[in-house]
T-cell receptor
Framework: GAVVSQHPSRVICKSGTSVKIECRSL??????MFWYRQFPKQSLMLMAT?????????EQGVEKDKFLINHASLTLSTLTVTSAHPEDSSFYIC???????????FGQGTRLTVV | SQELEQSPQSLIVQEGKNLTINCTSS?????LYWYKQKYGEGLIFLMM?????EEKSHEKITAKLDEKKQQSSLHITASQPSHAGIYLC???????????????FGKGTLLTVNP
């Protein structure tokens, strides 16, 4: 299947700092990318959906000023956790899809720990 | 919005046994994805189903979308320890508005295969 690369796989940061997570589709153009958060032993919680060149659509309850999403090209989307706090510690996963009715492929995930 | 319910929530089988995981939707499915996840890792795409009655197989895993397109089943034949993990069904949500058809996921089924 197609490859979606997410980086970094793990990051530890101090409370109050910002962290950027990258999601790249390596062998296809992703018109839509999704960002999820996953809590231990729970399913994926969709945070936001982004289309290349336009503003992301955030799910209810997700602070758009805290979780900045940029989808500047058809192969790259970034999630920046601003002013991170310990409660932001979680597993973040991105997904990329070429078209509306095509498969969605996932990155390897990023384990964020805020200390 | 569309909701997906998976059953069972967890499953323990002896190596070599067959098993089935079900995914039931609250609304008509216009596409259904099956993924496998190891805890703390990204999702591995298994199969995508779109047509009512469609059935796909990959190695010892078979998935089917029923004729009414509201339920899908994933069947593993002669299970092996390598099949262990969390199985998630996901579907594009055509009912929440917008054009992105965000993906909704079930809560997952944790499969343990004992040697």
């Amino acid at each position: 299947g197609a490859v979606v690369s997410q980086h970094p796989s793990r990051v530890i940061c101090k409370s109050g700092t910002s962290v950027k997570i990258e999601c790249r589709s390596l062998d296809f153009q992703a018109t839509t990318m999704f960002w999820y958060r996953q809590f231990p032993k729970q399913s994926l919680m969709l945070m936001a959906t982004s289309n290349e060149g336009s503003k992301a659509t955030y799910e209810q309850g997700v602070e758009k000023d805290k979780f900045l999403i940029n989808h500047a090209s058809l192969t790259l989307s970034t999630l920046t956790v601003t002013s991170a706090h310990p409660e932001d510690s979680s597993f973040y996963i991105c997904s990329a899809r070429a078209g509306r009715d095509t498969e969605a492929f996932f990155g390897q995930g990023t384990r964020l720990t805020v200390v | 919005s569309q909701e997906l319910e998976q059953s069972p929530q967890s499953l323990i089988v002896q190596e070599g046994k067959n098993l089935t995981i079900n995914c039931t939707s609250s609304k008509t499915l216009y596409g259904l994805y099956w993924y496998k996840q190891k805890y703390g890792e990204g999702l591995i795409f298994l199969m995508m189903l779109q047509k009512g009655g469609e059935e796909k197989s990959h190695e010892k895993i078979t998935a089917k979308l029923d004729e009414k397109k509201q339920q899908s089943s994933l069947h593993i034949t002669a299970s092996q320890p390598s099949h262990a993990g969390i199985y998630l069904c996901g579907a594009p949500d055509y009912f929440s508005g917008g054009s992105n058809y965000k993906l909704t996921f079930g809560k997952g089924t944790l499969l343990t295969v004992n040697p």
